[in-house]
Nanobody
Framework: QVQLVESGGGLVQPGGSLRLSCAVSGFIFSAYAMNWYRQAPGKERELVAGITRSGGAKYADSVKGRFTISRDNAKNTVYLQMNSVKPEDTAVYYC????????????WGQGTQVTVSS
């Protein structure tokens, strides 16, 4: 059974930090690229950061220099370190597993709420 379980969300003050985790099971984690998406109320889901199987990372312009994505293949976990957060970072954050082959499925977590407010 495939599971992607996000954790680490919550309420944080502007300028603060938060670390999201996504623990996966049920598929070969190391073979998948992993992504973090977010969706704010009334907005479309957007890609925040992604990391390849070999560890190469990419970021949305809005979070470059503030967020860091990483992965631990031994723990089947992907992380999103969020620093210097802003109110506009408020959203539900989703973990995504992108398959290495077209015939394989893409997987999503259930999401974790991040609220940036004083």
């Amino acid at each position: 059974q495939v599971q992607l379980v996000e954790s680490g969300g919550g309420l944080v003050q502007p300028g603060g930090s938060l670390r999201l985790s996504c623990a996966v099971s049920g598929f070969i984690f190391s073979a998948y690229a992993m992504n973090w998406y977010r969706q704010a109320p009334g907005k479309e889901r957007e890609l925040v950061a992604g990391i390849t199987r070999s560890g190469g990372a990419k970021y949305a312009d809005s979070v470059k220099g503030r967020f860091t994505i990483s992965r631990d293949n031994a723990k089947n976990t992907v992380y999103l370190q969020m620093n210097s957060v802003k109110p506009e970072d408020t959203a539900v954050y989703y973990c995504n597993a992108y398959p290495p082959l077209r015939d394989l499925r893409e997987y999503w977590g259930q999401g974790t709420q991040v609220t940036v407010s004083s």
